[in-house]
T-cell receptor
Framework: ETGVTQSPTHLIKTRGQQVTLRCSSQSGHNTVSWYQQALGQGPQFIFQYYREEENGRGNFPPRFSGLQFPNYSSELNVNALELDDSALYLC????????????FGQGTRLTVV | QQPVQSPQAVILREGEDAVINCSSSKALYSVHWYRQKHGEAPVFLMILLKGGEQKGHDKISASFNEKKQQSSLYLTASQLSYSGTYFCGTIPGNEKLTFGTGTRLTIIP
């Protein structure tokens, strides 16, 4: 167990709706990264937050947004859901170093119908 | 751009060895290796930070050829517990951890 918790574990939404996913980072970690993992694919980097500021973004549209709070927990928000947004969303916490290992939460399985 | 892993999938009998390769089109600062079992989160195995560095973890080791922008993961005397999908993760320059295409490893008794 990594100490990174995500909620909810599963979620079903309708196309066009909005969703918020949550992540509590491991104690002492100030960096949270979000990944989208489609079935059979590797995790794709969405964005990273460091000390409440976005610190890098992957190739995802603006309807994917996030927040990081003073306690370093984080939220991922997706607006105007599309069917292709169905995936496992993973949160990873780490220290702010390129040498630091990332600890992943169990993920949130989002299904858009 | 996503690192490319090979092979895409491999099936081994318990006790056999395997090599998983990871190749990037960009110069790399470090290479991470993760294993993900079905329905679970990726689990960190090791980081290689310098060109030529080799590391080991039980019977799993890895090498990093910085000049070739490649890394290889070696699994010796494989155990049933090694089954899963292995991902390399690379950090090129000032970019963020980017995962490879994945290699599905199945160990059969």
């Amino acid at each position: 167990e990594t100490g990174v918790t995500q909620s909810p574990t599963h979620l079903i939404k309708t196309r066009g709706q909005q969703v918020t996913l949550r992540c509590s980072s491991q104690s002492g970690h100030n960096t949270v990264s979000w990944y989208q993992q489609a079935l059979g694919q590797g995790p794709q980097f969405i964005f990273q937050y460091y000390r409440e500021e976005e610190n890098g973004r992957g190739n995802f549209p603006p309807r994917f947004s996030g927040l990081q709070f003073p306690n370093y927990s984080s939220e991922l928000n997706v607006n105007a859901l599309e069917l292709d947004d169905s995936a496992l969303y993973l949160c990873a916490s780490s220290l702010a170093s390129r040498q630091a290992e990332a600890f992943f939460g169990q993920g949130t399985r989002l299904t858009v119908v | 751009q996503q690192p490319v892993q090979s092979p895409q999938a491999v099936i081994l009998r318990e006790g056999e060895d395997a090599v998983i390769n990871c190749s990037s089109s960009k110069a790399l600062y470090s290479v991470h290796w993760y294993r993900q079992k079905h329905g679970e989160a990726p689990v960190f195995l090791m980081i290689l930070l310098k060109g030529g560095e080799q590391k080991g973890h039980d019977k799993i080791s890895a090498s990093f050829n910085e000049k070739k922008q490649q890394s290889s993961l070696y699994l010796t005397a494989s155990q049933l517990s090694y089954s899963g999908t292995y991902f390399c993760g690379t950090i090129p320059g000032n970019e963020k951890l980017t995962f490879g295409t994945g290699t599905r490893l199945t160990i059969i008794p």
